[in-house]
């Protein structure tokens, strides 16, 4: 089924305790796009670049079946740039540089063809305003419409976030976020108040605690991999969302069910995601890599408990 | 199967966010024989009070099968005291007050009945001196060993800690405590470190993150159920504690597979110890809210990953 994925492709800059990088290619759609990939035969991008952004990262894209047709190349502009340090416990991170460059101005634009064919649309890290214009720029409401956001625009941006959370089918934030968002600590509560606020369906990602999925009443658990090195966290949420609505659109199925199967496909990607730099790991996995990462995760987290015991 | 615990009957008084106790009956050893005489009709004590422990709360214990003959009541002394208060996220806790009292000079006496007919033995939070002299003062080695300790014991007595981790079977801690032991940030390396120290597996508890076993190159992860209200998380450890042994105990089978059930049982009754103050919850359950809570456990952490998605 056709997705359509928004986001920035961009350039990252990263220290951790494992070490440093210069200029990189990141991006939540470049993670987005990446992660799908491996579920999606054909994916498209709206995004901006500027003439900086490298070519032959493109024609990658595009060998792996992402269509950049809604892709607008800023030739005399630069592309989006941050640059953080994570702490010793990888959970926290300051940004050190963030230029919003081609981002400062961007006005997606939806080729037409995408308009009343797009089935799963991924709303990655952006401006809510732009997510919002993305949404109202379709002609046909998508199947799942999945938004990914963040503190900084919940910090200056709230009205507008308030108004995609309205029209949106599936939020995922972090814990922290669900908290400031919610003004609820529990995350019991927290699911409570921000699902009123519009998306049926809430996935909190506590990074190597693993993520927790809302619906009605129902609760489902994912467990992080506890893994040996990690070295780097950064895009491990995009490369979620992408497994996560990749999966949905290969099996074209929105249920509770099926969506826990895609938090542990999309948690599986992720956890190859942070053992590199960037995008190294993520771009060169094999359909049998990931079959025995998830096989990992349902070996980590199955128990049998076939009796009474109390 | 006949299961010995040592700990603290003690007073705690506690203050959290959702409000503070006088002093009320609390201690490691209090938490883990409550939690395991849910699964065991008879357990043992070794443990000493002052006059000052309430006698009803002593024959409560007895009255749900706790065989007190270890225990050792001083008159003329009081019983250990701590209070504390827990931050806002309940994960830390600043300790106000700790009186050792009896525990200044305890020695533990080992009832001959017990010596040569202890299959299961936890050596609940004490000084490690304290829980070598009861695994030397045994005649026979029981069928399986569990210890919990704290950072705290780390931080003044890690030589009589090594000496007794090299002789248990199972190690229960947190994952800062982890960190601490093993010198190691990643759970991974620190639980092979750990595990070459002697114990053949460690349990990681993470609180409302869940927990971690590891026993060779096996790893399975809990949930924690997420919940609505956490009022007072002390005893959650303890309680964790008594009803993993206690559910082995009754099962007699110490296999990774029934571990993980006993994990199972352990958080279960965990999650009701800190849905309000000290014992208050842990000591009124029912078999069927118990067996309920597990049913809640496994709703959260099941999924079907029935077919090859990438």
Redesign the interface.
Known sequence: MSLLSIGTLAFDAIETPFGKTDKIVGGACTYISLAAS??VARSRVVSVVGGDFPKDRLNDLQSRGVDLDGLQIKEDEKSFFWSGKYH??MNSRDTLVTELNVLESFDPIIPDSYKDDTSYLMLGNLAPVVQLQVLERLSVRPKLVVLDTMNFWMDIAMDDLKKVLKKVDVLTINDEEARQLSGE?????AAEVIRQMGPKYLIIK?GE??A?LFHGE??????AL?????VDPTGAGDTFAGGFIG?LA??DDVSF?NM??AI??GSALASFTVERFGTEKLESLT?DE??AR?AEF????T???DF???
Do not use: C, Q, W
């Not at 506890?226 to 990690?230: Q, S």
């Not at 349902?298 to 987290?301: D, E, R, V």
């Open positions: 491996y579920f010793t416990d600590y529990s995350l019991v509560k506590k605690h693993g927790l129902d609760m489902f658990f994912a467990p506890p893994l040996a090195e990690v999966y290969k099996t069910e826990k199967r542990i496909y359909p990931i079959e998830v349902i070996k980590l987290a128990f049998n408990m009474a015991a109390v």
